[in-house]
């Protein structure tokens, strides 16, 4: 599958964005997908995932409340709603997918990523 997130930009300390993440060419039927981002010098850090079966959501601790992980009815869009954004929440935002019957547990499909700035 391949994926294609957009929405970042620059945006002052508590303020919002939505990035998407679209399938290009079918559903996200059958995969588990997830946001993560990079910061400048920083690893790479999951910051939220959604099941494929169940829906089941999940945030890391440094976003738990602020953002929101969604999808479309069509199944094609994911979502992250990102409120309350702070300087920490700088990085390039990554979509990512894997198959639900995956033993690896690895995300193998990763779109290009966009860059969140936040800064006054």
């Known amino acids: 599958v391949q994926l294609q997130a957009y929405g970042g930009g620059l945006v002052q300390p508590g303020g919002s964005l939505r990035l998407s993440c679209a399938a290009s060419?079918?559903?996200?039927?059958?995969?588990?997908l997830a946001w993560f981002r990079q910061a400048p010098g920083k690893e790479r850090e999951r910051v939220s995932a959604?099941?494929?079966?169940?829906?089941?959501?999940s945030y890391a601790d440094s976003v738990k409340g602020r953002f929101t992980i969604s999808m479309n009815n069509g199944k094609n869009t994911m979502f992250l709603q990102m409120n309350g954004l702070n300087p920490e929440d700088t990085a390039v935002y990554y979509c990512?997918?894997?198959?639900?019957?995956?033993?690896?547990?690895?995300?193998?499909?990763w779109g290009q990523g966009t860059q969140v700035t936040v800064s006054s």
């Open positions: 060419g079918r559903s996200f039927v059958g995969y588990d």
């Open positions: 990512a997918a894997k198959h639900f019957a995956s033993t690896s547990g690895e995300y193998n499909f």
């Open positions: 959604i099941t494929y079966r169940g829906r089941i959501t």
